[in-house]
């Protein structure tokens, strides 16, 4: 095991409403010293939903501005304050989606660029649907609602307007636990 750095010092490069870029001055068990730049987390939960209902799953069409495209992906979103994982995953499904879950289930969470984001998202699963909008989300325009079916999940791993990592993690995540998808042993 590795002995984690000594901060020597840290201090905010960038602070926006979305953004906060933390300068942090490290020093290793080895003796090198070295300047590493990270975003820096917001300090709240944030969900990602895999929704099912009956044979289908739900994904959405929304635009992403990183990509300046419309990316099709699952729901997602950060937790207001004093909210868990749960009221989270319920509250982002109805405001993206117009549904509510019976049964949510945690299924991990995982973190993208873990060298440069102090950030991670929990995936869950919303099963047993139910329509239960709530009109008040934060989205500027209407967000587009594909639904895919279960017995055609393998094709959503190519499509190319479903490439975000996190989608693709969740999405093995759920079809791994549900048994969607059959994995040759060769790769297992």
């Not at 139910?130 to 895919?148: H, S």
Request: charged share 25%; proline share 5%.
């Amino acid at each position: 095991m590795h002995e984690l750095p000594q901060i020597l010092d840290r201090g905010i490069v960038v602070d926006t409403e979305h953004f906060r870029i933390e300068r942090l001055h490290l020093k290793f068990s080895n003796g090198q010293i070295r300047y590493y730049e990270r975003m820096a987390g917001g300090g709240s939960g944030a969900v990602m939903i895999v929704p099912v209902m009956g044979d289908e799953i739900i994904l959405v069409r929304e635009y992403c501005a990183g990509t300046n495209s419309y990316e099709l992906g699952f729901p997602k979103g950060k937790s207001e304050s004093g909210e868990s994982w749960q009221q989270t995953a319920d509250r982002e499904l109805r405001e993206e989606t117009g549904y509510s879950a019976m049964k949510y289930t945690f299924l991990r969470s995982v973190n993208s660029a873990p060298s440069f984001f102090e950030a991670s998202i929990d995936l869950v699963l919303a099963e047993d649907l139910e329509e239960k909008p709530l009109d008040t989300g934060d989205e500027p325009e209407p967000i587009e609602i594909v639904r895919w079916s279960l017995s055609n999940i393998s094709a959503l791993f190519s499509d190319p307007a479903f490439r975000e990592a996190r989608c693709l993690a969740a999405l093995f995540a759920a079809a791994s636990l549900r048994g969607w998808l059959r994995l040759p042993a060769s790769i297992l």
